[in-house]
Nanobody, 127 residues
Framework: QVQLVESGGGSVQAGGSLRLSCACSGYTGSGYFMGWFRQAPGKEREGVATLVDGGTTTYYDDSVKGRFTISQDNAKNTLYLQMNSLKPEDTAVYYC????????????????????WGQGTQVTVSS
């Protein structure tokens, strides 16, 4: 059974940093996409950053390019999202997700292609 468990959320002032972690168990998705998504109140879930499990190429939404970094530690089966220069508009519940659908990279930030989701972790950025 696949389990994704996020941690690391919290409250921070604008300009601050947070690092989210996603512990993955039961998922052997080498070659498939994993990533981070977020959902703010009243808004649809949106893709933030993705990568191919075991790969090196990363993909980012334009709103976070240059500020967020996605990475993984295969030995620890953990996915990370380093978030720097946080803005109030980054406030949302952040979800870790994985898929076993073979995706062209252009679709990797679309949440509807992901099969497995964590429970989410709240990130709140105050001005």
């Amino acid at each position: 059974q696949v389990q994704l468990v996020e941690s690391g959320g919290g409250s921070v002032q604008a300009g601050g940093s947070l690092r989210l972690s996603c512990a993955c168990s039961g998922y052997t998705g080498s070659g498939y996409f994993m990533g981070w998504f977020r959902q703010a109140p009243g808004k649809e879930r949106e893709g933030v950053a993705t990568l191919v499990d075991g790969g090196t190429t990363t993909y980012y939404d334009d709103s976070v390019k240059g500020r967020f970094t996605i990475s993984q530690d295969n030995a620890k089966n953990t996915l990370y999202l380093q978030m720097n220069s946080l803005k109030p508009e980054d406030t949302a519940v952040y979800y870790c997700a994985a898929t076993r659908i073979i995706l062209p990279p252009v679709y990797s930030l679309d949440s509807k292609y992901y099969n497995y989701w964590g429970q989410g972790t709240q990130v709140t950025v105050s001005s």
